[in-house]
């Protein structure tokens, strides 16, 4: 299946809010919902695209779509910034960006569960 622009911004939303959803699933009873959606992401039988369409539809909002956060990460007084680049799609399939906490774990890509690459841009 060949990646749409659509497609790479999609799986760049899902990945970045998958916790999210999934914690928004089990508390409103849609797991199995998600769960599928998810599996069928990881093994290629649906688009990305398709599956935040379908996901939205469900929700009857468009929560996975949001842009960034209005209040972008500044360096704390006293410490130095974070070094240049960020974490990226370890498989070149979206677009998603990442930054880890000083000290924290590299970030996932919650769809395919793998971490994501350094890119020092």
Do not use: F
Not at 77 to 89: F, H, I, K, T, V
């Amino acid at each position: 299946m060949a990646d749409l622009p659509d497609d790479r911004h999609a799986l760049a939303a899902l990945c970045g809010n998958l916790p999210r959803l999934a914690r928004m699933a089990e508390a409103e009873g849609w797991t199995a919902e998600l769960d599928e959606a998810h599996r069928a992401l990881r093994e290629g039988d649906r688009r990305p695209k398709e599956v935040i369409d379908d996901l939205s539809g469900l929700l009857g909002l468009d929560v996975l779509a949001r842009g960034r956060p209005v209040i972008p990460d500044l360096p704390s007084a006293g410490r130095l910034p974070p070094p240049p680049g960020g974490y990226r799609c370890p498989a070149d399939r979206c677009p998603r960006e990442a930054r880890s906490e000083p000290g924290g774990a590299v970030p996932t890509c919650e769809v395919y569960a793998v971490p994501l690459k350094y890119s020092p841009r």
